[in-house]
């Protein structure tokens, strides 16, 4: 089945402590992001890669960091997390042209 | 910055009802894409529009692109309870960035 894998789907925690946001792929899809959704202010994209080792800001990349080591994989992540960055998070993947698919998404509260 | 308006916000109606969601813009894209957000889910692809003044039918579905390809249209024939949700459209750029309306979130009574 054609899916886009997020973990955890639910994470509280406290101020500047470390976490990684994992995101997996199945399609082969070369076009990978991230997006934070936050009521009326809708889904805007926080980095996106278009293939392994090649990754870009989107329109909110601060205090966010990604990778693309390989093409399934592309896991978002947060060094110092504040409050601010309580959101509702989405992966997506796609293949040139194409729509996207997204994962379950991931709730982040920050304390 | 690209900014994808969509109107209305919010629609409440009943079933049987037909509607139409807006999606506007004053740039061109690539594609226009229409998606259906479940609460607590992510979006899920309807359709995606290519050619400007392209119509696609999904069902009960209808999806029109602009002649110019800066706007789009979402029409529901005889809404039923199912369709509920938020629904999002999306423009594409030539590099596959998308950028999402505000979506405009439709409920449906029996």
Known sequence: ?111 | TQLLEQSPQFLSIQEGENLTVYCNSSSVFSSLQWYRQEPGEGPVLLVTVVTGGEVKKLKRLTFQFGDARKDSSLHITAAQTGDTGLYLCAGASDTDKLIFGTGTRLQVFP
């Not at chain 1, 990978?32 to 994209?45: E, F, H, I, K």
Request: charged share 20%.
């Open chain 1, 1 to 111: 089945e054609a899916q886009v894998t997020q973990n955890p789907r639910y994470l509280i925690t406290v101020t500047g402590k470390k976490l990684t946001v994992t995101c997996s792929q199945n399609m082969n899809h070369e076009y990978m992001s991230w997006y934070r959704q936050d009521p009326g202010l809708g889904l805007r994209q926080i980095y996106y890669s278009m293939n392994v080792e090649v990754t870009d800001k989107g329109d909110v990349p601060e205090g966010y960091k990604v990778s693309r080591k390989e093409k399934r994989n592309f896991p978002l992540i947060l060094e110092s997390p504040s409050p601010n960055q309580t959101s509702l998070y989405f992966c997506a993947s796609s293949s040139h042209g194409e729509g996207a698919f997204f994962g379950q998404g991931t709730r982040l509260t920050v304390v």
